[in-house]
């Protein structure tokens, strides 16, 4: 969910350092996608020749929204910051304070919408799209709709203005976020040790690969992003798959066939109506 975020960092830095911050982001790509073919934490994928064409090919269109559109949440920083507007440009605040408020706020709207798209059921059409891999690996992290990420965009860049977010502060966390995506879809696993001391701040790949679980109730927990907090707070954090990871499904119980590997299929499929028994999923 956050390819185009990163995208739009990188548009608005300096000319001369957009090259190296690209070239950081395919390093970390590619350094996972090494991690994960030397030590997958899944079984092998022979879907992979049908899935990587469809999920970078939707990473590329996001991509191009990023470059056509002038519009993001650290854009909307920069102009609040500028004119004036935004809480945080309205009250003298500690520093120490300022940073916090932007990086909690912004990782708190992350939060909420991605929970709110779970839970409305247009918003889950459109969702679903990334949840519809059968596999996880880096290329799980570019596989969002188009009309996801403009949602994003614009969730984000008007909560930044509200509370007129640190700008320089919003976009290391933008960058760090996007940095954690890709980490978190990739198919390999830590220690269950150093999983359960990290995951009691942030979100670990084994924390994150079951919200991907085709299991409802699994799929509706750990919605966080950067920070477990959230899904702490709100009663959304599930600790282990109930079948163990090993056994856990990927993907939506209601789609296991070619569609969900479909270029074209997925790019429409939010207007397509196809749903499981989710009253006898969330039973069984």
């Given at each position: 969910m956050?390819?185009?975020?990163f ?16 070239l ?14 030397r ?23 996001n ?7 002038p ?13 004036g ?12 304070l ?12 992350g ?26 690996d ?26 007129g ?5 919003l ?16 198919n ?11 995951r ?7 924390m ?36 163990g ?7 939506l119980?209601e ?26 999923d969330?039973?069984?």
């Amino acid at each position: 969910m956050d390819w185009v975020t990163f995208e739009r960092v990188v548009l608005a830095v300096a000319p001369d350092r957009q090259t190296l911050l690209m070239l950081g982001y395919v390093t970390v790509i590619v350094v996972f996608a090494v991690i994960e073919a030397r030590k997958p934490g899944f079984s092998s994928d022979p879907a992979r020749p049908s899935r990587w064409p469809t999920n970078f090919g939707i990473g590329l269109i996001n991509l191009t929204l990023a470059v056509l559109t002038p519009v993001s949440s650290v854009a909307a920083a920069y102009w609040a910051n500028r004119n004036g507007y935004g809480l945080l440009n309205n009250v003298s605040v500690p520093w120490w304070l300022a940073v916090a408020l932007t990086v909690f706020g912004r990782s708190f709207a992350g939060y909420a919408l991605h929970f709110v798209m779970h839970k409305t059921p247009v918003l889950w059409r459109i969702h679903r799209v990334h949840h519809s891999d059968t596999h996880l690996d880096v290329s799980t992290a570019l596989r969002s709709h188009p009309v996801e990420v403009c949602m994003l965009v614009l969730v984000t860049a008007s909560v930044a203005a509200a509370l007129g977010m640190d700008p320089a502060v919003l976009a290391a966390y933008e960058l760090v976020e996007a940095g954690v995506h890709v980490a978190t879809h990739a198919n390999f696993r830590i220690s269950q040790e150093l999983d359960r001391v990290l995951r009691l701040i942030f979100v670990t790949p084994n924390m994150h690969s079951l919200h991907h679980s085709a299991w409802h109730r699994e799929t509706d927990s750990n919605y966080g992003t950067v920070f477990s907090l959230w899904d702490r707070l709100f009663g959304t954090y599930a600790a282990a798959p109930r079948g163990g990871y090993d056994a856990m499904q990927i993907g939506l119980k209601e789609i296991r066939d070619e569609r969900a590997h479909g270029f074209l299929w997925q790019l429409k499929s939010p207007a397509l109506d196809f749903r499981a028994d989710r009253k006898n999923d969330a039973a069984g």
